[in-house]
């Protein structure tokens, strides 16, 4: 199975820093990852697909890179709304495996 | 719109079998396929497995091999995740959510059902 390792596993950040949550894969995936965010007591949702595209009604603050094996959610100008937890889901082979999360919170 | 709402939560005894359902409105439901996901609170996702709506095709999670059960009801537009021999470890809300055609992420979600497993 891939395994997927996200760093860091918790950030405290401010309103309009600048965040990026980094996913490494155990294994080459090209560009099959997506990043979902998660509220409490909410299903996640959907961010970006194939490594970099935005989903349909997604903000544009956030934005994803990366290939191979190493992989990056950046958002740009943190917003109160945005404050979650982001897991990143390698969608190269089954099992469909998802990186441990990363919370954000308000420093 | 794209809706999934999934049946209600539950209480089972360690050993038991529970069936959730997922129904599905708003889009073909053939033309996609249907993702499970669960997550024990607190802690973080876990796929337990992918059903086409096409034609049945199922891949499972190697862990849950032999204990679940993905099915799908076409006339109804309905897709059920049945688990079985449960154990205090199955304790999780339970998720089904769509795929995202040609890409395998999942784009909409259920609202999860909440499976207690308790003696």
């Known amino acids: 199975d891939i395994q997927l390792t996200q760093s860091p596993s918790f950030l405290s950040a401010s309103v309009g820093d600048r965040v990026t949550i980094t996913c490494r894969a155990s294994q080459v995936i090209g560009s099959y990852l997506a990043w979902y965010q998660q509220k409490p007591g909410k299903p996640p949702n959907l961010l970006i697909y194939a490594a970099s595209t935005l989903q349909s009604g997604v903000p544009s603050r956030f934005s994803g890179s990366g290939s191979v094996t190493e992989f990056t959610l950046t958002i740009s100008s943190l917003q109160p709304e945005d404050f979650a937890t982001y897991y990143c889901?390698?969608?190269?082979?089954?099992?469909?495996?998802f990186g441990g999360g990363t919370k954000v919170q308000i420093k | 719109q794209v809706q999934l709402v999934q049946s209600g939560g539950e209480v089972k005894k360690p050993g038991a079998s529970v069936k959730v359902s997922c129904k599905a409105s708003g889009y073909i439901f053939t033309n996609y396929g249907i993702s499970w996901v669960r997550q024990v609170p607190g802690q973080g996702l876990e796929w337990m497995g992918w059903?086409?709506?096409?034609?049945?095709?199922?891949n499972y999670a190697q862990e849950l091999q032999g204990r679940v059960t993905m099915t799908t009801d076409t006339s109804t537009s309905t897709a059920y995740m049945e688990l079985r021999s449960l154990r205090y470890d199955d304790t999780a809300v339970y998720y089904c959510a769509r795929d995202k055609p040609s890409t395998g992420a999942t784009d909409y979600w259920g609202q999860g059902t909440l499976i207690t497993v308790s003696s």
């Open positions: 059903i086409s709506a096409y034609n049945g095709n199922t």
């Open positions: 889901q390698q969608l190269n082979s089954y099992p469909l495996t």
